[in-house]
């Protein structure tokens, strides 16, 4: 089955303990995204990615890290967790810009 | 400023009534795509129709259409014969930039109520 995977699903942490968020897809995708969604502000962009090796900023990088060293996975790092990074997160994935993004089922990060 | 606005953050239909979803977006790109996406309560993100911006014909998949009016910024979603499966939040996104680069951009949501 075609589809992206995020873990985990549900997370409480607290401040300052590094975690990561992994990613997978299967659809052979180039490239993937990630995004945080807060109530009223609906999902921005943190950071997204073209292909191996190559990543860039969103709309809201600070206090994020990525990296893209396979095809198929884009995990997020977040090295310092802080409690404004209390949010469902939410990886996409597309074949190319002009088609639809394929998201994972998210991430809901509590940290304390 | 905001570059996707969608200003119901709720609306209430009659089952098997239509209703449309506003969305008027800012870009100074001319190549871009507009998206429409469902979120029912269970959270996931469900991909419904696209725009691309050179395309003369409205989008339509289904029960889902896009009106789209380039000169008015504006990328309307109309859903004909509501369900109540439809309750939801719909969220308007746009992609910028040349092919190649893929940063995407979204409302703030409206939540949609089916009344039976």
């Known amino acids: 089955e075609a589809q992206v995977t995020q873990n985990p699903r549900y997370l409480i942490t607290v401040t300052g303990k590094k975690l990561t968020v992994t990613c997978s897809q299967n659809m052979n995708h180039e490239y993937m995204s990630w995004y945080r969604q807060d109530p009223g502000l609906g999902l921005r962009q943190i950071y997204y990615?073209?292909?191996?090796?190559?990543?860039d900023k969103g709309d809201v990088p600070e206090g994020y890290k990525v990296s893209r060293k396979e095809k198929r996975n884009f995990p997020l790092i977040l090295e310092s967790p802080s409690p404004n990074q209390t949010s469902l997160y939410f990886c996409?994935?597309?074949?190319?810009?002009?088609?639809?993004?394929?998201f994972g089922p998210g991430t809901r990060l509590t940290v304390l | 400023a905001q570059k996707i606005t969608q200003t119901q953050p709720g609306m209430f239909v009659q089952e098997k009534e239509a209703v449309t979803l506003d969305c008027t977006y800012d870009?100074?790109?001319?190549?871009?795509?507009l998206f429409w996406y469902k979120q029912p309560s269970s959270g996931e993100m469900i991909f419904l129709i696209y725009q691309g911006s050179y395309d003369e014909q409205n989008a339509t998949e289904g029960r889902y259409s896009l009106n789209f009016q380039k000169a008015r910024k504006s990328a309307n979603l109309v859903i004909s014969a509501s369900q109540l499966g439809d309750s939801a939040m719909y969220f308007c996104a746009m992609r910028e930039g040349l092919r190649g680069a893929q940063k995407l951009v979204f409302g703030q949501g409206t939540r949609l109520t089916i009344n039976p």
């Open positions: 990615s073209m292909n191996v090796e190559v990543t």
């Open positions: 996409a994935s597309s074949p190319t810009p002009s088609l639809e993004q394929f």
């Open positions: 870009t100074s790109d001319q190549s871009y795509g």
